[in-house]
């Protein structure tokens, strides 16, 4: 069985993305880094545990992807540029098939996101990967939970609700004879990182943070840092054809996006008077943004559907709640 | 059962450190940290899984305070002064005793260095610790593997040995009868962090290593990372008092000290002209080192006992050596 130095030496070293502020990658006791003047670091750790974030036969390649996607996101959530990345990574045994997926995957990511690994840990156990993302954004431009002031508008990047509808189709075999089955469970794991999104809305938006939670249960976090409360009007909410044809009707999907954590899409507050400026921003890039509600000031998250109130008992997805 | 977000709130959010130069800690996507003009950023990745690293029903007081020395080691041996930290913790079901103690250990030791927790993920699954840290070293002033010159005299920090007792005691229920079986199997858990000693070798030592896998094996990365062989003298590796009573014989407690594998011990070369500069400060400072050997142009680790050579069949721990 190969030892853990030729594991790493075999999958981890052979990256495409050499930045010039890493002084020294892997191979010492600590990766040795430079960061710009002037700006914060933005540092975002995140686990995806066989079991509990996916299921030990997915597709390699997948989780590679999503390990890396779930941090990327949070540095877009900031409007943090990505950097670097440090990976431990559990197995239970070398598996060289699944290393080479996952490692397709993982850097096909970081390639495309001038990422640059720059260390971390291989252990044997059950499998799980963690990863620590850097990035860079300039002082006082970071995108924080808690700017969100009262009559700002609510928007949403993408599409909602795909990722549910493949978490359906993974644990659910009746799921897979519906439509688009093999594509939304693809979506579950390939999402998109809004890392461009992110960095167009610094100094714009109010308020962000990216859906890994869904978003009735995301959107309270910012409602708790901003210490405001927030209308949803339901029927506004973007989703995609394939959607409606899985759930058979646009209100159902609607509710799955309500729901859906792990979407990676993000979710952020505008003032009304940089609406316009930043839809044709958004535009301009290829960038979807949707508006879906605004911010009140009754402390509470109120849905409507079609104007009308409807009950929120759709609560996010928390991994110690029973 | 309390959910993810009461967990962290209850655990983690009480640390006595508050660095001025994070900017922002827990509580939104990312931490934003500020970086001092001039250093390199040092960072270190490693995990500690239930089951491979520590048994289960260790105390958590002790798997707190390995899971950070382990990390804090990997700083010192760059030379590097701790700064922050990201802690990726896994557990199968929210304990509180667990995690009550866990913190004690990890708090204790993280306030002990001015080291700040700027986040994490808190996640559901077989139980594993990971954790990043970083700290700061003036640039050019690092401690790497690959600079140790023919000549150049090999140190070691502290006593070693005591881990691999330890871990005896932990996994053959026959050695707890032996002398000094509890404290040994105490140092296992919780070594120091030879943070001090790192920040005096800046710009004296011309390479340096925490002891991880084993004295043996980790002179061979520094022999590998600077081209060069080395000689250790057995007879001079430095071994506790405690240790030579349960080996019972310094001879056997030596060979300890040869493989002993999460020693967290640093071990370094010194230029002969500095030698005693250097042993001079580490005695002002109370921070016991010893010469154990050399460096040679021979490629190859040669291993001698009162001045004869000896079989060299000892080889470090590799975690995914079968």
Redesign the interface.
């Known amino acids: ?7 790493i030496n075999k999958y981890f070293t052979h990256q495409q993305v050499t930045r010039s502020d890493v ?2 990658s892997q ?9 710009p ?1 002037n700006t ?8 995806l ?5 996916f299921l030990e036969h997915a597709n390699p390649q997948w989780v590679g992807h999503k390990a890396l996607a779930s941090n990327i996101s ?2 877009a ?2 409007g ?1 540029e990505p950097a ?1 990345v ?3 990574i ?1 197995l239970p ?2 598996d060289d098939d699944w290393l080479e997926g996952f490692c397709k995957g993982f850097f096909e990511l970081a390639n495309a996101h001038d990422l640059q690994l ?9 499998l ?1 990967i ?1 990863l ?1 993302v850097q ?1 860079f ?1 300039p ?1 006082g431009k ?1 995108l ?3 700017g969100a002031k009262v009559g700002d508008k609510v928007f949403v990047s993408g599409y909602l609700g795909d990722s549910h509808a493949g978490l359906e189709v993974i644990l659910q075999p009746s799921k897979q004879q519906q439509p688009h089955a093999s594509e939304l469970e693809r979506r579950h794991y390939c999402a998109s990182s809004r890392v461009a999104l992110g960095i167009l809305l610094r100094g714009q938006a109010s308020s ?3 859906i890994s939670d869904g978003l009735v249960s995301d959107i309270q976090h910012i409602m708790q ?1 901003s210490n405001v409360g927030a209308k949803l009007h339901c029927d506004k909410l973007p989703v995609s054809s394939e959607l409606i044809e899985f759930t058979q009707g646009k209100r159902i999907a609607q509710q799955y996006a309500l729901k859906s954590g792990e979407e990676y899409e993000l979710c952020f507050t505008l003032p009304s008077h940089l609406v316009e400026s930043v839809h044709q921003a958004a535009r301009q890039q290829n960038l979807m943004i949707t508006e879906i509600g605004e911010i009140t000031d009754s402390q509470r998250l109120s849905l409507f559907d079609n104007g009308q109130a409807i009950e929120n008992e759709m609560l996010g997805f ?5």
């Open positions: 069985m190969a030892g853990e130095f030729d594991l002084a020294l191979g010492d006791d600590c990766a040795l880094l430079v960061a003047a914060h670091i933005a540092v975002s750790t995140d686990s545990i066989a079991g509990t974030h949070d540095l959530a900031m943090a670097w440090s990976m431990a559990t045994s070398p720059i260390g971390g840990d291989t252990t044997r156990g059950p799980g963690t620590t990035g954004v002082q970071a924080l939970r808690s962000c943070i990216d840092g928390d991994h110690f709640r029973s």
